[in-house]
């Protein structure tokens, strides 16, 4: 029996009255509908919250859903087109949208009938760029959910033109011309609670467990993430913010929800809290805690999304530290209160400090990241930045160069004064790569060759200190398995890679 949307909680137009129950015509194209996670080439793997909170909606109203993960296996195609969806939606990062792209020009040359539609991070900042793609025929900027379940109910049904119109925060083609429709409001909190739970069942779950990564650090052998709120009222320039400025926020009691499932239905050994600033909210954040500690639930607890390392103190770890967190990751971004400023990041270094030796001293396990190329940023600045980090006792730390993500602040101040390198002109290079990264920013103030070698000269000195070097090893023989297990490296691309790394 199809699970049944009830209306009562609701207040987005989508949840008229529907009938009691809805058989899944699978010989309509249209009751059928593929979701693709296009592969992110940053050596991180997770499952995409926003394409399996999506399928579980559509699951919900009697679509049958498929999802398609490039991260899991890179030659998806084949597979797609056997499926043989009337609509296929693409979820995207700017590093991975040139894959979505052709992926969908794959589908249309065997059925150019079937509707594709792009959403995610890249499109919801450049919607008109991404719908003038000629194999795209819709953008869902934003939140996901509710979209695509309107605009699927509106082409399982047929409808024509106006009815396309009424789905909100879409862009759609007539006649060549793109129309922008009615943006939707926020979900708010008590639609969050209403949102089924993400559809993990619809992954390789053996595969998933095997691969999922973010950042150094893992304790359990089955991992899997979640997200408790949407949206962060930081004002950091560098940052796309797919969710918004808005915070909302799940309750405590759904969210502990959420966790039993996970455990009980997937037999889970660890969670990925994956909010943007999880703390912001600080009663309601050690509610969450102390909550999974009073349940005394057999998981680790793992921020793998970092958090504020000024608007966090021992209460606060103390609570995390009891409910099963074993790391901490710190979005510090540099280590100039000058940089800091530029970046409207606000952060107080000082704060940040003695959190992070505070941490340590609790017995965690503490990241942080670095960025490095910022406009305004100077050679002295860059020194100060790596002397600050080197010196907090981090288990872990990336430094990465600059990525001016399309349509936030620093990517219009780049634009503006000429930054942007060649390699800025590939969407392909949009990720925080660690080993011989592409420089897309110069403002002139230092030279690229010199930013690489800061850079490499910080990893040298980080990961090779004796403290780190054996598990630092460790973790570089679990990504090169868990390569091996995804077959995207074999031995005679193995040598070439590693030589280059070193190298270059």
């Given at each position: 029996?199809?699970?049944?949307?009830?209306?009562?909680?609701?207040?987005?137009?989508?949840?008229?009255?529907?009938?009691?129950?809805?058989?899944?015509?699978?010989?309509?194209?249209?009751?059928?509908?593929?979701?693709?996670?296009?592969?992110?080439?940053?050596?991180?793997?997770?499952?995409?919250?926003?394409?399996?909170?999506?399928?579980?909606?559509?699951?919900?109203?009697?679509?049958?859903?498929?999802?398609?993960?490039?991260?899991?296996?890179?030659?998806?195609?084949?597979?797609?087109?056997?499926?043989?969806?009337?609509?296929?939606?693409?979820?995207?990062?700017?590093?991975?949208?040139?894959?979505?792209?052709?992926?969908?020009?794959?589908?249309?040359?065997?059925?150019?009938?079937?509707?594709?539609?792009?959403?995610?991070?890249?499109?919801?900042?450049?919607?008109?760029?991404?719908?003038?793609?000629?194999?795209?025929?819709?953008?869902?900027?934003?939140?996901?959910?509710?979209?695509?379940?309107?605009?699927?109910?509106?082409?399982?049904?047929?409808?024509?033109?106006?009815?396309?119109?009424?789905?909100?925060?879409?862009?759609?083609?007539?006649?060549?011309?793109?129309?922008?429709?009615?943006?939707?409001?926020?979900?708010?909190?008590?639609?969050?609670?209403?949102?089924?739970?993400?559809?993990?069942?619809?992954?390789?779950?053996?595969?998933?467990?095997?691969?999922?990564?973010?950042?150094?650090?893992?304790?359990?052998?089955?991992?899997?993430?979640?997200?408790?709120?949407?949206?962060?009222?930081?004002?950091?320039?560098?940052?796309?913010?797919?969710?918004?400025?808005?915070?909302?926020?799940?309750?405590?009691?759904?969210?502990?929800?959420?966790?039993?499932?996970?455990?009980?239905?997937?037999?889970?050994?660890?969670?990925?809290?994956?909010?943007?600033?999880?703390?912001?909210?600080?009663?309601?954040?050690?509610?969450?805690?102390?909550?999974?500690?009073?349940?005394?639930?057999?998981?680790?607890?793992?921020?793998?999304?970092?958090?504020?390392?000024?608007?966090?103190?021992?209460?606060?770890?103390?609570?995390?530290?009891?409910?099963?967190?074993?790391?901490?990751?710190?979005?510090?971004?540099?280590?100039?209160?000058?940089?800091?400023?530029?970046?409207?990041?606000?952060?107080?270094?000082?704060?940040?400090?003695?959190?992070?030796?505070?941490?340590?001293?609790?017995?965690?396990?503490?990241?942080?990241?670095?960025?490095?190329?910022?406009?305004?940023?100077?050679?002295?600045?860059?020194?100060?930045?790596?002397?600050?980090?080197?010196?907090?006792?981090?288990?872990?730390?990336?430094?990465?160069?600059?990525?001016?993500?399309?349509?936030?602040?620093?990517?219009?101040?780049?634009?503006?004064?000429?930054?942007?390198?060649?390699?800025?002109?590939?969407?392909?290079?949009?990720?925080?790569?660690?080993?011989?990264?592409?420089?897309?920013?110069?403002?002139?103030?230092?030279?690229?060759?010199?930013i690489r070698w800061f850079i490499k000269m910080f990893?040298?000195?980080?990961?090779?200190?004796?403290k780190r070097v054996f598990r630092v090893a460790r973790?570089?023989?679990?990504?090169?398995?868990?390569?091996?297990?995804?077959?995207?490296?074999?031995?005679?691309?193995?040598?070439?890679?590693?030589?280059?790394?070193?190298?270059?």
């Amino acid at each position: 029996m199809t699970p049944v949307i009830e209306s009562k909680n609701f207040s987005l137009p989508y949840f008229e009255s529907y009938e009691n129950s809805i058989s899944v015509d699978r010989d309509n194209r249209f009751n059928r509908i593929a979701l693709i996670q296009p592969e992110i080439p940053d050596g991180n793997y997770l499952p995409s919250l926003g394409l399996l909170y999506i399928a579980a909606v559509l699951e919900r109203d009697g679509f049958y859903v498929k999802i398609f993960d490039q991260g899991q296996k890179a030659d998806v195609l084949n597979e797609i087109l056997a499926f043989n969806a009337g609509l296929v939606g693409i979820t995207a990062v700017t590093a991975s949208i040139n894959r979505a792209f052709r992926l969908a020009e794959g589908i249309k040359a065997v059925y150019p009938e079937t509707q594709v539609v792009i959403g995610g991070s890249h499109a919801t900042g450049s919607p008109y760029e991404t719908i003038e793609n000629p194999f795209v025929d819709f953008v869902v900027k934003g939140e996901g959910e509710y979209p695509m379940l309107h605009l699927s109910r509106t082409l399982r049904q047929g409808r024509k033109t106006e009815d396309i119109s009424q789905v909100g925060s879409l862009f759609h083609k007539v006649n060549g011309t793109v129309k922008k429709n009615k943006e939707d409001e926020d979900l708010n909190n008590a639609i969050l609670d209403e949102l089924p739970y993400p559809a993990f069942h619809l992954l390789d779950l053996d595969y998933a467990f095997k691969s999922v990564s973010h950042g150094l650090f893992n304790k359990g052998k089955r991992v899997l993430p979640l997200m408790t709120a949407r949206g962060c009222p930081q004002t950091c320039t560098f940052c796309c913010r797919l969710m918004g400025f808005h915070l909302r926020e799940r309750s405590v009691q759904n969210v502990m929800k959420e966790i039993h499932f996970l455990i009980n239905t997937y037999q889970i050994d660890e969670i990925y809290f994956e909010d943007d600033d999880f703390t912001n909210n600080r009663e309601r954040a050690l509610e969450i805690m102390r909550a999974i500690r009073d349940a005394k639930l057999p998981i680790s607890v793992k921020f793998a999304n970092g958090l504020r390392a000024d608007n966090i103190d021992e209460e606060m770890m103390v609570a995390i530290k009891e409910a099963g967190g074993y790391w901490l990751g710190f979005g510090i971004e540099s280590g100039s209160q000058k940089v800091l400023e530029i970046m409207k990041k606000n952060l107080d270094l000082d704060i940040a400090k003695k959190n992070v030796a505070l941490a340590k001293s609790l017995g965690f396990f503490v990241g942080a990241n670095c960025i490095m190329g910022y406009p305004g940023e100077t050679r002295e600045d860059m020194k100060q930045s790596i002397d600050f980090f080197q010196k907090l006792g981090l288990d872990s730390c990336a430094i990465v160069g600059l990525v001016p993500f399309p349509k936030t602040a620093l990517h219009g101040l780049c634009k503006q004064n000429g930054y942007l390198t060649q390699y800025a002109d590939n969407y392909d290079n949009y990720y925080f790569k660690i080993f011989n990264p592409k420089i897309l920013v110069l403002t002139g103030e230092v030279p690229e060759q010199e930013i690489r070698w800061f850079i490499k000269m910080f990893y040298l000195k980080f990961y090779f200190h004796p403290k780190r070097v054996f598990r630092v090893a460790r973790f570089a023989l679990n990504k090169i398995k868990g390569l091996f297990i995804r077959r995207e490296l074999t031995l005679n691309r193995l040598l070439p890679q590693l030589r280059k790394a070193v190298m270059e």
